[in-house]
C-alpha cells in the first residue's frame, strides 16, 4: 500500500519554498516517453523481442541486469553512429520541460537514474541543464556495439544508491528527498526515497509508490511544496 495514501497536500498559491530538495528521476518512460533501447534495436531489426523482454522486466517478471544483458545482445554490430539518431528521436514527456526548469528555478538538485544508456541520458541531461545522471553504458569496440554494456549494470538496487549518493553530496536528508519512475527496476528508489511519485507506472509500482499520477509530468509539482 503506498506509505501516505495521498497526504500530501497540493501546494497553496502563494506558499513561500524554504526546504531545499532533491528530485530524481527515472528516464526511459517516465523523463522520456519511449524506452530508448527499444529504439535502437528498431535499427538491428529485434524491437519486438526487445520490446517483450522490457515489459517482463519492468513488471518485474525477470531480473533487469539478465533483461538488460539479453535485450544489449541483440545490438551486437550497430554502428555507433546510430545513437545519435536516436537521441535526435527521443521526446520528452509532457511537461517534463516545465517541471525541471520549475525545480532549478527552485535551486532544488535535480538527478536522473536510467537503466537506459548514458550515451542518450548524458546529452539530454544537459539540454536540460541537469548535471546528475547515472546510467549505463555501451561497449564499443572498432566504432560498433559490442552486444555488451561497460561496468556495472544500472539495477534497482543502484538506482536506490544513486538516490543516495546524490542527497549526500548535496546536503540533502534523504527526507527531503523525492523520487519518480514507472517500472519494478524504480522499486528500491522510490522506497528509499521521502517522497515516491509513480508515473505512468506498472500496477506494482502504483501500489508501492506514496501518489500515482498519469499523463503530464508537471503535475508533481502539485505535491512538491514546503
Known amino acids: 500500500?503506498?506509505?501516505?495514501?495521498?497526504?500530501?497536500?497540493?501546494e497553496a498559491p502563494g506558499t513561500p519554498l524554504r526546504t531545499r530538495r532533491l528530485v530524481v528521476l527515472?528516464?526511459?518512460?517516465?523523463?522520456?516517453?519511449?524506452e530508448v533501447i527499444e529504439l535502437i534495436a528498431d535499427r538491428a531489426g529485434s524491437r519486438a523481442e526487445?520490446?517483450?523482454?522490457?515489459?517482463?522486466?519492468?513488471?518485474?517478471?525477470i531480473?533487469?541486469?539478465e533483461s538488460l544483458h539479453e535485450r544489449v545482445a541483440t545490438l551486437a554490430g550497430l554502428p555507433v553512429g546510430v545513437l545519435d539518431d536516436v537521441?535526435?528521436?527521443?521526446?520528452?514527456t509532457p511537461g517534463a520541460r516545465e517541471l525541471v526548469a520549475e525545480l532549478l528555478r527552485r535551486g532544488w538538485p535535480v538527478g536522473l537514474v536510467s537503466g537506459g544508456f548514458a550515451e542518450i541520458v548524458e546529452p539530454l541531461a544537459a539540454s536540460l541543464g541537469i548535471t546528475l545522471t547515472r546510467a549505463n553504458r555501451l561497449e564499443v569496440a572498432g566504432g560498433v556495439l559490442t552486444g555488451r554494456v561497460h561496468g556495472p549494470v544500472i539495477d534497482r538496487a543502484a538506482k536506490a544508491a544513486a538516490l543516495r549518493d546524490y542527497a549526500r553530496d548535496a546536503g540533502i536528508d534523504?527526507?527531503?528527498?523525492?523520487?519518480?519512475?514507472?517500472?519494478a527496476n524504480d522499486l528500491a528508489m522510490l522506497a528509499a526515497a521521502g517522497?515516491?511519485?509513480?508515473?505512468?507506472?506498472?500496477?506494482?509500482?502504483?501500489?508501492?509508490a506514496d501518489v500515482a499520477l498519469d499523463?503530464?509530468?508537471?503535475?508533481?509539482?502539485?505535491?512538491?511544496?514546503?
Open 1 to 10: 500500500m503506498p506509505r501516505h495514501h495521498l497526504s500530501v497536500p497540493p
Open 26 to 34: 527515472d528516464v526511459d518512460s517516465t523523463l522520456i516517453t519511449a
Open 50 to 61: 526487445v520490446a517483450a523482454i522490457t515489459e517482463r522486466a519492468m513488471r518485474g517478471d
Open 63 to 65: 531480473d533487469f541486469a
Open 87 to 92: 537521441l535526435r528521436e527521443v521526446e520528452l
Open 174 to 183: 534523504l527526507a527531503d528527498t523525492i523520487a519518480i519512475g514507472d517500472g
Open 195 to 208: 517522497f515516491s511519485v509513480a508515473f505512468n507506472a506498472k500496477p506494482l509500482v502504483r501500489d508501492a
Open 215 to 226: 499523463g503530464r509530468l508537471d503535475a508533481v509539482l502539485a505535491y512538491l511544496h514546503d
